[in-house]
DNA sequence: TTTCTCAATTGATAAATATCAAGTCAAATA
DNA sequence: TATTTGACTTGATATTTATCAATTGAGAAA
């Protein structure tokens, strides 16, 4: 890794609070790379060799059995993914691609291992970003049993909405394949639910999304914080 | 809690490789109950006052959203639940209740918080749960989202005839009513999916379940290490 | 034993979702 | 400009899953 790039590592809310030896030992061997769009970074099924980290970009999450595959989760900056696996010395339960030109920081398993024996405050910190990643899952899993497809689609609007500033005009942050997929349906249902959408005041136009009657939309979806809210 | 059920505690993996003064210190302030079953223990949206771990027993998770509720997922001993709830003093999501008579420690969540803090050892052993438990949720929802309710229940049933010693007769380990909500079908459904393995060597009698073609059968749930090892 | 209760099953039907096959449209390419 | 490409949409249909209603059956209570 080039010393030029620390400082902005350094920023990153993991990497903050933990000691300056431990911040040194840990980039001495990591890398901090561009890739562009549709690399294969991991493969569900490999052994964690690294922890990664995305800087700038966009990385899908997916899983396959059977014939079938499907998208886990998009991470977005500055979010992290495989911890579970590089904490645990397992395998990866996922693989991940770029799906935009993306920096991605990858730091060796056994430096992280080593780093948390050391350094309490990072331990905190893996602690907390871990708890996060759970409780994200938990929330997904809980949608995908407890909500049609059409409900799913509305409440991930509503939320884009919030994160976008809450204009009632909004980008869907992937093309509508993977959106699909992440909500769990077919591409053809995710077309069919946008017009299911349309009387409460979803107006697709590509991949904008206008929300001309949020009331009505809500009342359809029952947005559930315990669900929905990407904080809590 | 009393002194004479402290050993017992300290044996459980979490709190084996603890100092003996952050021990003392969690326990201090510890419950150690015994519950009847269909005691509500938590409710999904309240604050994470205590970490709770099933030492006998077993205990339900569920939610709910809309009129809908599902069970997010069974504890058995010794397992905790609400660990990530706990990490980041924040609600939980999922609500909690025995479904036998159970023996449950509960454990002050500041006191777990302020032990992480000071023991890197029990913060390890901590991480090593949460990253487990996060590893459980995302194959759960791997199963769900890449299998028909079918294969879910065939490959559950060759999980249990492993865990119970692969003799080819397992016992259900909760009524069909919460193995459907857990599977994420209707009850009836569970039924449906029974007959539809009979073909597969798949016996019902009451909570008995014989398997006499193990090898018809995976050939049809096609069983994936990263979606149903429970240890990977 | 008889009755009662409740989980589980079965049947009929409805709703949700997936699949297959065209078709549309807009951006990229020639 | 014409053509190609690929994502998206739409329609028709099949499959999966849920719902409602009725029935069965085993264990608990009388």
């Known amino acids: 890794m080039r010393l030029a790039d620390l400082p902005e590592?350094?920023?990153?809310?993991l990497f903050r609070s933990m000691e300056e030896e431990t911040f040194n030992s840990i980039f001495k061997?990591?890398?901090f790379q561009t890739f562009p769009e549709q690399v294969?970074?991991?493969e569900e099924g490999n052994p964690a060799d690294f922890l990664y980290v995305v800087v700038e970009g966009c990385v899908e999450l997916h899983a396959?059995?059977?014939g079938r595959e499907t998208t886990m989760a998009m991470v977005l900056p500055v979010g992290t993914f495989i911890l579970a696996a590089v904490l645990n010395d397992s395998v990866y339960l996922m693989s991940a691609r770029t799906c935009q030109k993306s920096r991605i920081l990858m730091i060796p398993s056994q430096d992280i291992r080593a780093a948390i024996?050391?350094?309490k405050a990072f331990a905190a910190a893996i602690i907390r970003e871990l708890a996060n990643c759970y409780r994200a899952v938990v929330k997904e899993h809980k949608g995908l049993k407890l909500r049609s497809a059409v409900e799913r689609l509305a409440n991930r609007l509503l939320r884009y909405n919030d994160a976008q500033g809450g204009s009632g005009s909004l980008l869907l942050p992937f093309d509508k394949r993977t959106l699909a997929s992440l909500l769990g349906m077919a591409p053809e249902n995710l077309s069919r639910a946008f017009n299911t959408l349309k009387p409460y005041g979803v107006v697709v136009d590509g991949s904008t999304v206008h929300l001309t009657d949020i009331k009505a939309l809500k009342m359809l979806a029952k947005p559930n914080s315990l669900i929905d809210d990407r904080v809590i």
Do not use: F, S
Not at 9 to 13: D, F, L, P, Q, Y
């Open 29 to 31: 061997a990591a890398y």
């Open 9 to 13: 590592v350094r920023a990153i809310h």
């Open 64 to 66: 396959k059995a059977n």
């Open 117 to 119: 024996e050391k350094d």
């Open 40 to 42: 294969d970074l991991i």
